[in-house]
């Protein structure tokens, strides 16, 4: 899904946790911003303190523990999800108008990049029908085969540019899943690369996110990270 004009896409690391309601700000600024011509496309990778979202399609029964850790609503799609230290969170900013104005094809090109990505890092990822995200099958000795989610994925469309995005399950404490339902789906569980053995560090799963998006949506060049949120900006309300 790569532009037609092969512009680069700028690539930005936060190397500090940043608190979720001025992502949101900085990122609904940059879609403005690259609607109205006044920034490129971007690709912003960071992590959040521990805290739980409630996309647009959220039931109220699979907020398990809402004490736990501050919960937001966002306006991506997707139900419940959990984000943290040791998650990679990319925040995807792309102008589809100038790709393809395709939203199945955009989560689709999504789902190829996070796939992509794990098989750099030894572990096979998959879709599922029916299913949001990526999965791994996994059977350990004397163990049913069970499959669990290692990636989310949860974006909106604003006059055809995207953000929110994608989080990979690098190292992050997977106990801190049971306070939700993760996307609706008791019957499965979440995993992480350290869990599977794969590399655990957030260099490695950034390398390889990166060498994948060039596959899947084009060249990138280093960026600098979102402005911080400016007075006035609006930021998502807790549930």
Known sequence: ?????????????????VPYPEAVAAMEQRAE????GRAGELVWLLEHPPLYTAGVGARPGDLL?????????SGRGGQFTYH???????????DLTRRRRDVRAFVQALQAWIIDALAGLGVEGAVREGRVGVWVTRRGPGEA???DKIAAIGVKLRRWVSFHGIS????????HFDGIVPCGLREHGVTSLAELG????LAAADSALQSS?????????????PYPARAGDKAEASV
């Open 65 to 73: 523990d809402p004490n736990r850790f501050p919960v937001f609503r």
């Open 168 to 175: 990979l399950n690098v190292d992050p404490d997977l106990s």
């Open 145 to 147: 085969v069970r499959e």
């Open 33 to 36: 911003d690259i609607t109205a």
């Open 198 to 201: 794969g590399p655990a560090s």
């Open 84 to 94: 943290g230290p040791g998650q990679r969170v990319a925040y995807v900013m792309l």
């Open 213 to 225: 998006f060039r596959q899947v949506f084009g060249p990138v060049a280093e960026a600098p990270e």
């Open 1 to 17: 899904m790569r532009r037609s004009d092969d512009a680069p896409v700028g690539w930005a690391i936060s190397s500090s946790l």
